[in-house]
């Protein structure tokens, strides 16, 4: 997504070897035309999947996926929750995750009333990097006996192990940019 890439060069900044911040459009301040060009992609990646719920993870997802929903006929959006609360249903789905930015594994869990059986769940996160969060979704969504009609991401770490695990896993994986390096700082696409 030519727009997607532009973005990236104009305001992204590499932090270390691996890390791309997005912060002014992304996971701090949200750029909201920007992010509904993003939901209009997904529209058009996923055009012929039937999409019952949109599922993603707090907290950068949740923004992500609500715009999106809008390209789908406003379907639900369900987040899966890290941060432990009292207000949380004592009957979820639960599965760890490993964080890769954080270092760490931790919980993440959805209510299960909110994932049911059948159901044609669209999986979107704003970025993949080693897949833990999107297979950790996928879990969740294999739990409940759902359907993964696919996952989306808005930008893929291509020099990461995360495309080949969600590969082997047979889902339909569309990324908006795929970063082929940002090694010294210089950022390239695949
Ligand atoms: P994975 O689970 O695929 O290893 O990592 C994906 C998750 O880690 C995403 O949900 C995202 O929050 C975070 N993440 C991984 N790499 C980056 C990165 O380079 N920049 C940012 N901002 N987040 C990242």
Not at 48 to 53: A, G, L, P, T, Y
Not at 159 to 187: D, H, P, T, W, Y
Request: glycine content about 8%.
């Amino acid at each position: 997504m030519k727009l997607l890439q532009e973005k990236i060069l104009n305001d992204g900044r590499v932090s270390g070897n691996d890390i791309l911040k997005v912060d002014n459009f992304l996971n701090h301040q949200l750029d909201i035309a920007f992010l509904n060009e993003i939901g209009k992609e997904f529209k058009n990646r996923f055009e012929n999947e039937k999409i019952d719920k949109i599922l993603t993870i707090e907290a950068s997802g949740i923004a992500i996926a609500s715009i999106a929903s809008q390209h789908f006929g406003n379907v639900p959006v369900v987040f899966a929750k890290k941060v432990e609360s009292k207000n949380l249903d004592k009957e979820v789905y639960e599965t760890k995750v490993y964080s890769f930015t954080k270092g760490k594994e931790y919980s993440v869990k959805v209510s299960k009333r909110y994932l049911h059986e059948g159901e044609n769940i669209l999986i979107l996160d704003d970025f993949l990097a080693n897949g833990r969060a999107a297979l950790g979704l996928k879990d969740l969504v294999d739990q409940a006996n759902a359907n993964v009609a696919g996952i989306g991401i808005v930008i893929e770490k291509g020099f990461q192990e995360g495309r080949s695990l969600l590969e082997k896993e047979g889902v339909k994986l569309e990324s908006l940019a795929i970063l082929e390096s940002i090694e010294n700082g210089v950022i390239t696409f695949k």
